[in-house]
C-alpha cells in the first residue's frame, strides 16, 4: 500500500515515527520506526530517520510492503549451538542476526534458522524464543524445544531466576 500525507501547519515539531503512528494507526509507532529505517518512508522526496522533527509543509510518502502470508520458512542459516538436549536448545548469537522476522527483516533471522535447524520449533510459541538480543549484539540464548521448557523458562525469566551477564566492547 502506497500513501501520501502533507504536514499541516500546527502538526509540525514531532517525530516522524510519532506523527505517522497518529496519523496512519494500522501500522505500531515500532512499525513506522522499522519502515522508516527500511527507506520505505521519505520525507519531501529523500530518506530519513525515525526522530526527524516534521515541519508544516512537509511531503511524507511510503511503500509498505505487501502482505506475507505470515508463515515463516525455514532457512539454511549456520547455528552456533552450544548445548542441546530434549527440552532446550542453547546457541551462541552472532551479531548481525535478528532474532523475529519483522518488517524490513522478512527472512535471515534466527526463527528461520531455528526452523531450518528443526521443523518442530514451528509447533512452539515464538519458535521457542524466551528471550532476545538485539540484532547487533552476540551472546548466549536458550531457546525452549517444548511447550513445558517454555513455560518454566517463561517462568525463570519473569521472577528474574535466570542471572544474566553482560560485557561491553569498546
Same mark, same amino acid.
Not at 43 to 49: A, E, T, Y
Not at 156 to 169: G, H, P, S, V
Given at each position: 500500500?502506497d %500513501?501520501?500525507?502533507t504536514?499541516?501547519? #500546527?502538526?509540525g515539531n ?5 506523527f505517522?503512528?497518529q496519523?496512519?494507526?494500522e501500522? /505500531?509507532?515500532?512499525?513506522w520506526k522499522?519502515l522508516i529505517? +527500511?527507506?520505505?518512508? $521519505?520525507v519531501?522526496g529523500?530518506?530519513?530517520k525515525?526522530?526527524q522533527k516534521?515541519?508544516? #509543509?512537509?511531503?511524507? &510518502?511510503?511503500?509498505?510492503? =505487501?502482505? $506475507? ?5 525455514p532457512e539454511?542459516i549456520p547455528?552456533n ?5 530434549e527440552?532446550v536448545?542453547?546457541l551462541?548469537?552472532?551479531? %548481525?542476526?535478528?532474532v &523475529?522476522? +519483522?518488517? %524490513?527483516?522478512e527472512?535471515g ?7 531450518? &535447524?528443526?521443523a518442530a520449533f514451528?509447533a512452539? =510459541?515464538?519458535? %521457542?524464543?524466551? &528471550?532476545?538480543l538485539?540484532?547487533?549484539? /552476540? #551472546?548466549?540464548?536458550?531457546?525452549a @524445544? !517444548?511447550?513445558?521448557?517454555?513455560? =518454566?523458562?517463561? @517462568?525463570q525469566?519473569?521472577?528474574? =531466576? !535466570?542471572e544474566?551477564?553482560?560485557l561491553?566492547?569498546?
Amino acid at each position: 500500500m502506497d %500513501g501520501q500525507i502533507t504536514v499541516d501547519a #500546527g502538526q509540525g515539531n514531532v517525530r516522524l515515527d510519532a506523527f505517522m503512528g497518529q496519523r496512519v494507526p494500522e501500522q /505500531s509507532r515500532s512499525q513506522w520506526k522499522s519502515l522508516i529505517d +527500511a527507506e520505505m518512508v $521519505r520525507v519531501n522526496g529523500k530518506p530519513c530517520k525515525p526522530n526527524q522533527k516534521l515541519k508544516s #509543509g512537509d511531503e511524507i &510518502h511510503w511503500a509498505l510492503p =505487501e502482505e $506475507r502470508s505470515g508463515e515463516i520458512l525455514p532457512e539454511e542459516i549456520p547455528l552456533n549451538i552450544l548445548y542441546e538436549d530434549e527440552s532446550v536448545l542453547v546457541l551462541n548469537k552472532p551479531a %548481525g542476526l535478528v532474532v &523475529h522476522p +519483522a518488517a %524490513g527483516n522478512e527472512s535471515g533471522t534466527l526463527v528461520n534458522a531455528l526452523l531450518f &535447524h528443526d521443523a518442530a520449533f514451528g509447533a512452539i =510459541e515464538r519458535a %521457542g524464543i524466551v &528471550h532476545r538480543l538485539d540484532k547487533d549484539t /552476540s #551472546g548466549v540464548m536458550v531457546v525452549a @524445544r !517444548t511447550e513445558a521448557a517454555m513455560t =518454566e523458562l517463561q @517462568r525463570q525469566f519473569k521472577a528474574r =531466576e !535466570t542471572e544474566k551477564a553482560y560485557l561491553t566492547l569498546v
